[in-house]
């Protein structure tokens, strides 16, 4: 049972938008800066989004964060099949003192 | 290249220790800290241990604490990873990753390796 909530799984169809939720509590989301990582299956993950909101060089702006109370949410427009990938919110857990991840969603792309 | 390469992975049994690496190169490694990042087969990621730049701070799991060692050689560019009392849901593919960010409250994980894999098995 991860700490971050995220739904196993979403789809929709290519040129169209998703957004993924990622849920947690006072003590991390509601604390801390969220990130997301984007994981092609056999590969390492790769940072998409950090502080919430910034994307890291390279990371086209179809990507986007938001944050909100306990609650983070990433989103994706004019989704491509390339983007079908596992999904991962992370953030730190203060009363924890640990990094904790969402369980990951996996995006299709019909 | 700015790169991170893990190894040391392998199959040991229950029980037993085993040690990875992961060398940085093409970046100034004692300027980052750095984190292990575990995803067992068919499963999420699971953060495992993390270092400070100059190792003075480290922190791990619950799921680790008592058995396994997170160090560093700032003269070697390395990260190293000690795993004792290796059980069989210790069996995943062990990354290793920069951080950054001023505080805890905005780490984030940058540069990531490709792993390297360890099999818990009789």
């Known amino acids: 049972q991860s700490v971050l909530t995220q739904p196993p799984s979403v789809s929709a169809a290519p040129g169209q938008k998703v957004t993924i939720s990622c849920s947690g509590s006072?003590?991390?989301?509601?604390?801390?800066?969220v990130s997301w990582y984007q994981q092609v299956p056999g590969t390492a993950p790769k940072l998409l989004i950090y502080?919430?909101?910034k994307r890291p060089s390279g990371i086209p702006d179809r990507f986007s964060g938001s944050k909100s109370g306990t609650s983070a949410t990433l989103g994706i427009t004019g989704l491509q099949t390339g983007d079908e990938a596992d999904y991962y919110c992370e953030t730190w857990d203060s009363s924890l003192s640990a990094v904790v991840f969402g369980g990951g969603t996996k995006l299709t792309v019909l | 290249q700015v790169q991170l390469v893990e190894s040391g992975g392998g199959v040991v049994q229950p029980g037993r220790s085993l040690r990875l690496s992961c060398a940085a190169s093409?970046?100034?490694?004692?300027?980052?800290?750095m984190v292990w990042v575990r995803q067992a087969p068919g499963k999420g990621l699971e953060w495992v241990a993390l270092?400070?730049?100059?190792?003075?701070?480290?922190y791990y799991a619950d799921s680790v604490k008592g058995r396994f060692t997170v160090s560093r050689d700032n003269s070697k560019d390395t990260l190293y990873l000690q795993m004792d009392i290796l059980r069989a849901e210790d069996t995943a593919m062990y990354y290793c990753a920069t951080i950054r960010g001023g505080s805890s409250a905005t780490w984030y994980f940058e540069l990531w390796g490709r792993g390297t894999l360890v099999t818990v098995s009789s």
């Open positions: 502080d919430n909101n």
């Open positions: 093409g970046f100034t490694f004692r300027s980052y800290g």
């Open positions: 006072n003590s991390n989301i509601g604390d801390n800066y």
């Open positions: 270092i400070w730049d100059d190792g003075s701070n480290k």
